[in-house]
């Protein structure tokens, strides 16, 4: 939620943030709202006065003996007038909300402009793309005899979804805990273990809600499958008042995500690229206003290590203003190289948000040694998928007869194997 004082006193710059970002100008909207609701809210407490005054001029004219019944009407009408203008107060209110709800985050002074992800700029490449003397397979061919099972995933659930199968579930879970693991004891980062299910109220704090409500699965019930582990380790700081030596406060969770790829039809419709159902290592940090910059560069390089780790090449990516997410004003991508496609594909996206999703949340923190309290600064980032991650070990490390070369730092959680096969299964 961007911050309504900031907008009334630049709105200039916030139609111009919102024109990077290819939105459509709402300054004038909003001052007029905004200017709408504090008229109301004045008239508000000025007929709120003016009653308290004529309801002592009752009281008075009681004492005296004389004719109250003026004092009386006129106490009436105020009260009809309170009642209006406290009634046009919420409605502005209203309206204005409403809209700043739709409204995405500013960008940061350093995103580039661009309308998509060819606009995106080259941060560093990592590592050198394997020159192959065989031509490479793509993950699904390596990955069917291994037990990766797209059929009986559609069998049971339609398309964009995989059963896995033998060793290629234990590779998916050797993955996660490896993740993990690396994140907590290297990277400091608290495991939790959050629900897969939440309310409106934390979809909406972390900016899926209102306006993204296609691409999310929803229960029976009302409740919402989440589309990563952002949003409900986001939301563990909503409605509180952090002290402010809790912070920065680094959160890290293994989750599935459900997403329903609203807009993504004839896209990848091979292999794991895009799936409705997959597995994610999520890292969030809360941290005060100040050290989202610091903390933005530490999540990027922790996610970095996942992949040096696994022996991956891979890039960084700046998104430019157009091909960032809703609530980011900053975001790294990070992109593994796949031989079968020729290209680096986003295995992890690490975004600043400011204060925009503390401000949906109502999140704070105490000022030190001072009265009064300032929202939080909040990052999220991938660390990373899993599924992806899977598939550029296959493809990467992938053998002329089928077999996958296990990376050293994955290899003790898979029993000490070194190679993967279909015969050793």
Known sequence: MLDVRWARENPDALDAALARRGAPAVAARVVALDAERRAAQTRFQEAQSQRRDASKAIGQAKARGEDAEAAIAAVAKLKDEADAAEQAERAAAEALDELLATLPNTPHDEVPA????????????VGEPRAFNFEPKDHVALG?????????????????FVVMRSVMARMERALAHFMLDLHVERHGYAEVRPPLMVRDEAMFGTGQLPKF????????DGRWLIPTAEVPL????????????????????????????????????????????FDKVEMVSIVAAGEGEAELARMTA????????????????????????????????????????????????????????????????RREGGKGTDFVHTLNGSGVAVGRALLAILENHQQEDGSIRIPKALQPYLGGVELLSAEAQ
């Open 114 to 125: 661009g309308a998509d992800e060819s606009d995106n700029a080259l941060v560093r490449t």
């Open 144 to 160: 069917e005899p291994l037990g990766m099972d797209f059929a009986s995933g559609a069998k049971l659930a339609g398309s964009r």
């Open 213 to 220: 409500a296609e691409d999310l699965f929803q229960t029976t």
């Open 234 to 277: 986001t939301n563990l700081v909503a409605g509180e008042t952090l002290d402010p030596a809790t912070l920065p406060l680094r959160m890290t969770a293994h989750t599935p995500c459900f997403r329903s790829e609203a807009g993504a039809a004839g896209r990848d419709t091979r292999g794991m690229i895009r799936m409705h159902q």
């Open 302 to 365: 922790a996610a970095e290590t996942v992949l040096q780790e696994l022996e991956l090449p891979y890039r960084v990516m700046l998104l430019c203003a157009g091909d960032m997410g809703f609530g980011a004003r900053k975001t790294y991508d990070i992109e593994v190289w796949l031989p079968s496609q020729k290209a680096y594909r986003e295995i992890s996206s690490c975004s600043e948000c400011g204060d925009f999703q503390a401000r949906r949340m109502n999140a704070r923190v």
